[in-house]
């Protein structure tokens, strides 16, 4: 078995340069780096394992992501997982906010998620994969000032529990 070369799992992890995506990418290059070819998505590029900064995207626009994401698919793809560590709240009263954040929170945490899932599944269910979406309690508690951010939460729980569903057939994974 000498000389055969491990094979590394492509990971896509969306929204990795701050917060909780870019402690998820610490961590798998802290820990595992010889498993994983980490693709880092965020505002500003995509980082290859290369190194290379290619270009950028905005999770409030599902519409052009899809066909970005599947350009991602085919051109850097398959890829075994795939992260969405992207979130978006504003907090205070609702009323109290202008009505064009309303529609963005929903495009960030629940739109993108969607389009994710729809843009990678396909690919990830004949090869095997997993498809990773963070929550919040609050999608479970109310704390004042987070009625939208609690609400696409909980219905990213809703979307994530029902896809998971209608793929269990498959070879891939959500949570």
Not at 19 to 48: H, P, V
Not at 136 to 159: C, D, M, R
Request: proline share 3%; with cysteine; net charge positive.
């Amino acid at each position: 078995m000498e000389g055969l070369r491990k094979i590394r799992k492509r990971v896509l992890i969306v929204g990795s340069t701050g917060g909780l995506g870019r402690r998820i990418a610490q961590f798998l290059e802290s820990n595992y780096s010889d498993e994983y070819d980490l693709f880092l998505l965020s505002r500003s590029a995509l980082i290859t394992p290369q190194g290379e900064s290619l270009l950028s995207f905005d999770a409030q626009n599902h519409m052009v992501n899809s066909e970005f994401y599947k350009s991602l698919d085919k051109n850097h793809g398959p890829f075994w997982a795939v992260i969405d560590a992207t979130g978006f709240n504003f907090s205070g009263s609702l009323t109290k906010h202008s009505w064009s954040k309303i529609p963005n929170q929903i495009e960030v945490n629940l739109l993108n998620p969607i389009c994710l899932a729809y843009s990678f599944s396909p690919t990830m269910t004949t090869a095997g994969g997993r498809l990773i979406f963070f929550s919040s309690i609050l999608a479970k508690e109310y704390v004042f000032g987070t009625n939208i951010y609690s609400v696409s939460k909980f219905a990213l729980e809703k979307f994530v529990s029902n896809f998971a569903l209608e793929t269990q057939s498959g070879n891939l994974t959500m949570n």
